[in-house]
C-alpha cells in the first residue's frame, strides 16, 4: 500500500484517528495519536517523540526521535469507532534527527539481519502457533494470583470450554484485520488457548505477533477476561510456548527441501538447524526472556529442555514437520510468547545464518524420549540442556559474539542490564514456597 492509499483509505473509511505504533526494547507496543489532520506530516516521517521516556532507547540528552510508519501495515482497528468516526493503526519504525535508523529500534534490529540474509539469496519465512491464558479479571485487592475460567483440555468444545466465544471473537477481529487464521482451539491447561495464523516473512510476522497480542488482550478485556501471555502462570499445569515453524526461500523455492536427499532435508536445512543449536543458549536469553520463562523449560510439562532434534517426538528443542516440497520446514519449540518477537526471530535467523555460513553440522536426530534419558545417557548423546535460569542465559549471551551482533551493542548493552536487574530483584525476594518449605523446620 502506498502512500496515497493511505490517504484515500482514511477518507473512504472515515478514519478520525491514527494510532502511530512502535516497540520498545522489552517488547512493549507502544503508541502516539494523531488526528487524521496530521496524517501528511505522520507519513513524511516529521512526528518527533521524546525517547528518553521509553525502556532501554536513549538518555535524556539524545532524546529527541522521529517516527515513519511503514504504509504496508496500514489497519483500520475494528474495536475502536467513536461517534461514527474509526481509528487506524500504522507500525513505524524509528530514526535520529540526522536521518539515519535508530539502533535501539527492536524493528530496525531484524531489518538488518533480514537484510544480511537476502545478501545470501534467502528470506526467512515464520508461522508462529502463539498460547495464551484467559483469566477471570483478578480483583487486586482481594486476590492477584490467577483464577481459571474452565476445566477444559485440548481441543475441548463449549459448554466445556467457557471461553470458546471469546476465542472465536478474537478470530474474527484478527480476520478484519487481514490474518489469516488457520487454526483455534483450547489447549492442554485450564483457560489456555491457541490460536495459529499463516507464515509470513520475519518482519511481517513480527508485525502479526506485536499485533495478536494487542487483540486477543483487547477483546478479552471487552468480555470482561484478563489474558495474558505469562509463559507460567499455573504450576502444575502446561505453560504457554510460541513455536516458531521456521523455512528458507530462495527465489521462490523452498531452501530446505532436497528431493534427492534421503529425508528430503537440504544441507541448508541442516545447518541451518546446526546454528540454532550452536547458539540456543544466547538465543533463549531472547526467544524466553523472563524469571517465568523457566518454569516452563522444566521437564513433565511439554516444553523442551534439550538442545537436539529429531523427525518425530516433542521432546527436542527441534522438530522436523513430516511435510516436505514447498511446505518443509523445521519446528523451533523453545520460545514462548512474551518474547519481544522483531528481537527473538533477529536472533533466531543470525544463529541460523551462522550454521549456513560455517558450513556447520548438525549431531544425528534424537528419536527416543530425551525426558526418559539418564543424565549419563544424554551426556554420551552430547545432548546438552537450554539454561535452566534467567541468569544462566544472559551469562551465556554476554558470552556470544554472533547473537550480540544480532542485537548491536545500544540494544544489547541496555537488555543485559535490563534482565539483569530483573534477575536481581527476583532472587533477593522471599517466596511463598521458601516460607511454606523452612519456616517451620528451621
Known sequence: ????????????????????????????????????????????????????????????????MYLRP?????????WKIKEGRRTARLIC???????????????????????????MGFVMNVGPEPEFFLFQRP?????????????????????????????????????????????????????QHEIDFKYADALTTADNIATFRQVVRTIALRNGLHATFMPKPLFGENGSGMHLHLSLFRGGENAFFDPDSADKLSVTAKQFMAGLMRHAPAVTAVTNPLVNSYKRLVPGYEAPVYIAWSYRNRSPMIRVPAKRGMSTRIELRSPDPSCNPYLALAVVLKAGLEGIRLGLEPPPPVNENVYRMSAEERRQRGI??????????????????????????????????????????YRAQVHEWEINEYLGRY
Request: with cysteine; proline share 6%.
Open 1 to 64: 500500500m502506498g502512500y496515497d492509499d493511505i490517504v484515500a483509505a482514511v477518507r473512504d473509511l472515515d478514519v478520525g484517528t491514527i494510532s502511530l505504533q512502535f516497540t520498545d526494547i522489552l517488547g512493549a507496543v507502544k503508541h502516539v495519536e494523531i488526528p487524521a489532520s496530521q496524517l501528511d506530516k505522520a507519513l513524511a516521517g516529521e512526528l518527533m517523540f521524546d525517547g528518553s521516556s521509553i525502556e532501554g532507547f536513549v538518555r535524556i540528552e539524545e532524546s529527541d
Open 139 to 191: 480483583d487486586e485487592s482481594v486476590d492477584p494470583r490467577p483464577v481459571t475460567v474452565d476445566r477444559a483440555g485440548y481441543f475441548d468444545l463449549a459448554p466445556v470450554d467457557r471461553e470458546e466465544e471469546t476465542r472465536a471473537e478474537i478470530v474474527l477481529v484478527l480476520q478484519e484485520m487481514g490474518f489469516e487464521i488457520e487454526a483455534s482451539h483450547h489447549e492442554v491447561a485450564p483457560s
Open 93 to 119: 519504525d524509528v530514526y535520529n534527527p540526522d536521518g539515519t535508523p535508530f539502533m535501539g529500534d527492536p524493528r530496525n534490529v531484524l531489518k538488518r539481519v533480514a537484510a544480511e540474509a537476502a545478501e
Open 384 to 425: 546438552e540442556s537450554l539454561p535452566g535460569s534467567l541468569a544462566e542465559a544472559i551469562r551465556a549471551l554476554e558470552a556470544d559474539e554472533v547473537i550480540l551482533d544480532a542485537l548491536g551493542p545500544h540494544v544489547a548493552e541496555r537488555y543485559i542490564e535490563a534482565k539483569k536487574i530483573e534477575w536481581d530483584v
Open 70 to 78: 511503514d504504509p504496508n501495515t496500514f489497519c483500520v482497528l475494528p
